[in-house]
Structure formats: C-alpha cells, structure tokens
C-alpha cells in the first residue's frame, strides 16, 4: 500500500507534483541539523504555472502517513526546463535555525527578575535567549521541553546568533539541544535524548532488519588525558574564597560617563560602586540598593536615561553612568574579577588509560594519550565546572564502535538505539551485546510504499569525530 506523502511550502500543497523518489530528509543528532531535497515538476499554461512556483524562505513540511518526517524553512531553489510546457524546481530546505536566529544576543542573559544571583540553571538561560531574543518576530518559539539542567555562571554574549549561544551553554551543561519539528526548543542531557530504535533488540545471525552492516573499531582518536586551557574562573584566595578588587579608578571631569576598570569584573553581585563629591555624602550604588544595573539589558548607550544609576558593562570591563559624576567627585569600584592569568587543567580518565595498556602491552605503551583544548566559553565558572567541561570532552574521544547500516520501514529518527547481539562479528567482541545509538539518519523512497534508511550508527551518542 502507498504511503500517504503531504508536502506543503508556505501552505501550498505541492505532493501532487513532486517525484516522490527525489525526496531526501536527513538528520543528524551531533550537528544538530536537518535538510530536505526534493523536486517539483510544475506544468505551465501559457505564461502562467499551474501552482505557485516554490520560493526559498518558506515554511516547509513533509508528512507521510500522518508523521512529520521534516519541518523547516525553504533555502534555495533551482529551476530548469522540463519540456516544452513545464519547469522543474529543485527544493533545497534547512530545519528552523534560520529563523530561529534572526536577532542576535547581547549581553548578560538571565531571567529577568529581581532576584539576581551569581548563577542560574542551565534550562533557565536558555529560556531567557529564546523569550528576550527569538521571541522578538511574530514566531514564538515552545520551551515546555527545555530542562533545567545544573546551575551555571551567568553568560554574556556579545552579539552572537542564539544557535551559537545555546551551543556554549549545552557543552558547559552536558546537554543536547535542537529545535523540533513544531518549532520547539529542545534542551536536555545528551543521554537523555536517545530514545529505543523501532526494533531495541538484535541478535546479527537471526535478525533480517539490518543490511549491510558496516562496523569498524575507532582507536586514533583516543585521549585520556588533557589539558583544558583558557577557561576563567573568579579569582580566588588560598582559602577558596572569591576575592574583590578595590579600585579607585578616576576623578570625574563632569561629562565623561564611561570608566574603564583595570581587571575584567565576573558579575554584578558583589560589586559596590561609589561617588564621592568634594562635598557632602557619597553615593553607593550597588545591585542590592537598585542603583547598580546591567549594561546592554537594564539601559543602553544613547537610550536618553538620565537616571541616578551606574551600569556595568563587562564585555567592556567598565562602569557607565546614566548621568555623569559631578566634576573633581571621586570615582572608585570594589568588585569580583576573573582570574588574570586562567589556569591550565589536567584532567585524566584512568580507566581509558587501563584499557589502553591491556590492547597495546605494556611492553609498547603506559597508555597515556593527551590531548589541549581551549574553553573560552566558559567564563565566571568553578574549578569543578571546568574539570567537568574536561571530563565531557574526554568521554567524547574514548575507544568505540562506528559503523553503517540500511534498514527498509519507517519510524527511523536520529538519536535511536539498539541492542546489538553477536557472536561472530569481530570474533566475538560483541557476544554479550552492545548498544549502538543512530548519529545519522538518510532517508529516501525505495519504492512509494517504503521508506529506503541508511544509517550512522556509534557505541556511543557522539558518533564518529
């Protein structure tokens, strides 16, 4: 029996003339994408074509019997000749990240609120860029599958896409995140976002659903020990105890309104601001009292305010003020900075070490594989969420299991797994079983009544590297 194909740009049903064998939707859980290809053949009388003619931007969406199998927006298309009396348009389309990222992020995103802390939960910034940047267009984007995840450092963006910004806070958070295929954002752990294969068991030498499957041992890519570099955390005494920085940092001239500070400050709580006139009292402004703001979210440069209030900028490691300090009035910073010089940690994974040793003998190898990278991402942070931030990258580059395979039938999605079951494959390294989890989904019509898969598929959820 034919699937039922409903293809619709912008509202338009376009099935009818589509070739049902061009279409191909491919997702991938790793880069966090979807596309879909597909040609249209649209017939012409006279000047005019029978149906709109397909145009890139546009909402596009792929159901068959009853399923969304892609939902995005149109990204390109391309027309050639078809005959006498028609056209064909090749239909290149991309998931909702375009639209998703029209409006760019800016500054310290935290829930707005009047309790403002040093940290938040990863889900609740996450849901502070989706109401305070993409929900500015007419889209409002679901969050009610957004996770609260651990608590972080506030995060300050200087105008990135909110793609870009939610990446950074996924890998300080271990979390996977995408957008769904009704406009919802999708946070949660990496873990957490597989879900069982349409068949969650197979045994090789019986089953009849895998074809040509493909396995390969992946050992260039292991590292057990490494070094996570550019990383800054509050600076800190040897107690552990954040340390502040009294500055006094310039005499006011009466109209400059910008101070620049010597040290990059970590965050608003903390940080005490103070105005002394050559006569009378001094003012104190402070996120406790209401005078001390966030810089880019509370005010902005040439926004016209002319209020008694200071603002922090840290991108710009500087204190502005709404109205400027009166002249030959002092003016000085206490605050929290980052660490001047981030520190390098190592961080080793032993039981990768071990495995190592027992493969390639002691004879050869102490089965050490080290490994730098940077994290500038993470700014304001803890010892221990740095050394988590290492932790996550080494499990990402231990000794696994890739391969590919090909199954017929539909309900195939990436971020699958399954058992798998064999004692012949590779001797017998796979007698007790292993899960392998699908990275990679392509997918196309082998006949108009089957879907025809080809899938990625890794002993762990990050796949190949």
Known sequence: ??????????????????????????????????????????????????????????????????????????????????????????VDCADYTRWFDRYLVQGVKIPDGDDETLTDTAGNIVRSIVTNTCDQGPITWGQSLIQDGPTIPQQTYDFESPSSAIDRIAKI?????????????????????????????????????????????????????VFIKDAKSVATGDDGTPLSFAEPVAKADGYSSFFSLGYEPATYNGTT???????????VYTTTNGGLLRENI?????????????????????????????????????YPYLDIKPKVNRVVNGESISEVISREGTAYSDGVYEDVFSAAELVNVSQDAIKARAELYLSTRAHKWVGTARVLGSGWRDGQVFRLTSDRRFGGAFASGIDLYVTDVSKRFATPDQWMVDLSLSSDVYGEL
């Open 1 to 90: 029996m034919a699937l039922t194909v409903t293809l619709t740009i912008g509202g338009t049903a376009y099935q009818a003339y589509t070739r049902i064998e061009s279409i191909s939707v491919r997702s991938s859980l790793r880069d966090r994408s979807g596309t879909l290809s597909f040609e249209v053949v649209i017939p012409y009388n006279g000047a005019s074509p029978v149906v709109a003619v397909p145009r890139a931007g546009r909402e596009v969406i792929l159901t068959v019997d009853g399923t969304k199998e892609f939902a995005g927006v149109t990204q390109r298309v391309a027309e050639s000749s078809a005959g006498s009396t028609s056209y064909a348009y090749t």
């Open 173 to 225: 958070a271990g979390f996977a995140w995408y957008l769904d295929y009704d406009r919802n954002v999708v946070f949660k752990p990496i873990n957490g976002s597989t879900s069982p294969a349409p068949v969650s068991s197979l045994t090789w030498e019986t089953q009849t659903t895998l074809g040509d499957l493909i396995l390969e041992e992946v050992g260039d890519q292991i590292t057990n020990v």
């Open 273 to 283: 601001v103070t105005v002394t006139p050559t006569s009378g009292s001094p003012t």
């Open 298 to 334: 509370d005010g902005k440069p040439g926004d016209g305010q002319t209020r008694d209030k200071a603002l922090l900028c840290l991108p710009n490691w500087g204190v502005r003020f709404e109205t400027p300090p009166p002249a030959n009035a002092t003016v000085a910073v206490t």
